[in-house]
Every structure is written in C-alpha cells, then in structure tokens.
C-alpha cells in the first residue's frame, strides 16, 4: 500500500476523470475535495472517478464520495441527470460501496469505457 492518495485528471469530451491512487482515508480526503473543487471551479460538470487503484477506502472516504457528490449534483437535478459515476472499483470496495447505500445515488461500472459512454 502506498501513503496517502496520489491523484491524476484527465479530460474525455466533457467528462474529467480523476484516477485515484492509494487510501481513500481522513487523509486523502482533503485531497479528493481540494482537486474536485479545482474541477468544479474551472468549470466542469461531469466528473468520473475511477478506483481501480484505490488500496484502502475508510468512512472519511465514503464522506469525501458524498461530498463531491453534493458539489457537482444540483439540487433540482439530484434525481434526473448523474454528474458523478464511479468505476473500476475493486470487488471489496464495490462491496462496501453497496453496503452503505452508495450505488443507489451513485453509478458505478466496470469499464471506464462504458462509464464515459453512460454519459452521453
């Protein structure tokens, strides 16, 4: 495992990917938010975070998810259009994730091919 999360963006069409490396923990949740609101505040509105080398993901992870997740849905469209999707989450995370209620607000796939194309 490595310390802390390491986090890279790339840009597909109008989707910014953040590709997360590392702990999801109390740590590494300032960073997820601190780079979200960078997105956010340049502009973008459709963001997907992948997780497939996210070693570990701690309550404070699942609180950054919700976070983020408030910050790119607005209110009137929390129901209608999904502006944060996850994938590539690795089975015990996608466990946890299903276990905390997660994937009924936030999609996740297992592709970042059919994530990107879910948002056209």
């Known amino acids: 495992?490595?310390?802390g999360?390491?986090?890279t963006k790339s840009v597909e069409g109008k989707v910014t990917i953040l590709h997360l490396n590392g702990a999801l923990d109390a740590v590494g949740e300032e960073s997820l938010l601190a780079f979200a609101?960078?997105?956010y505040d340049e502009g973008g509105h459709f963001l997907l975070l992948d997780l497939?080398?996210?070693d570990i993901m701690t309550s404070a992870g699942m609180?950054?998810?919700h976070k983020v997740f408030k910050m790119f849905t607005p209110r009137e469209e929390m129901y209608k259009v999904h502006h944060v999707k996850l994938c590539r989450a690795p089975q015990v995370l996608y466990q946890s994730l299903g276990v905390t209620g997660f994937l009924q607000n936030i999609p996740t796939y297992e592709t970042m091919e059919e994530a990107?194309?879910?948002f056209s």
Request: net charge neutral; aromatic share 0%.
């Open 1 to 3: 495992m490595k310390d």
């Open 37 to 39: 609101r960078d997105v």
């Open 63 to 65: 609180r950054a998810l």
């Open 52 to 54: 497939a080398e996210v």
């Open 116 to 118: 990107l194309s879910s």
């Open 5 to 7: 999360l390491q986090i």
